[in-house]
């Protein structure tokens, strides 16, 4: 197995490996009858009228978006990770991914900025809300043992800094007692 160095990479990475994953369960769930839309088309619905989401274009789009969405949220769990440790990364991955999913299903659709709108259907949003939990969890996993060990480590300098910028501040206040004189 290789590892992963680059924080950027690795979240992105892992995000998109898992839309992939998604996209077809998904369609796999549109099949079925179980839900009405799929993620490409909801993604689409920014930039296509409600007529033209089944078109190459619109899907193509799709696809690039959710993707890229996915990837970001991967980033996030990433940095997430990295600035608050491991432990739970499941949950953290969880609700992170949800936020964008409440975001995303429950703040953009309903602005009306989308040629979809809510309420897109109680089985739909069940579904993708379903999707996108399993999907948080698989990016976490992913993150967490696609890293290379040193990804999780600080780096040196910083903590010097922060040693250095503490060590200054207690000098300086030390000597402002000491210049201070009592007044008689």
């Avoid at 992939?20 to 909801?42: C, E, R």
């Amino acid at each position: 197995m290789f590892n992963i160095k680059d924080k950027v990479l690795l979240g992105a990475l892992s995000g998109a490996l898992v839309a992939t994953a998604f996209n077809l369960l998904d369609y796999i769930s549109i099949t079925l009858k179980v839900n009405k839309w799929h993620i490409w088309q909801i993604a689409s619905s920014l930039y296509f009228p409600k007529g033209d989401l089944n078109t190459v274009p619109a899907l193509a789009l799709g696809a690039i978006t959710h993707t890229t969405l996915m990837a970001f949220a991967g980033i996030i769990i990433c940095y997430v990770l990295y600035y608050t440790g491991r432990d739970f990364y499941l949950v953290k991955g969880i609700l992170i991914l949800l936020f964008f999913w409440i975001g995303l299903f429950g703040g953009v659709l309903s602005l009306g900025v989308t040629s979809l709108q809510q309420p897109l259907g109680i089985s739909t949003n069940i579904a993708h809300i379903f999707g996108h939990f399993g999907a948080s969890v698989i990016i976490s996993y992913l993150i967490v043992k696609l890293a290379d060990p040193k990804v999780w480590s600080k780096p040196v300098n910083t903590v010097k800094i922060q040693k250095n910028i503490e060590t200054n501040y207690v000098k300086t206040v030390a000597e402002k007692h000491k210049k201070k004189k009592p007044t008689e």
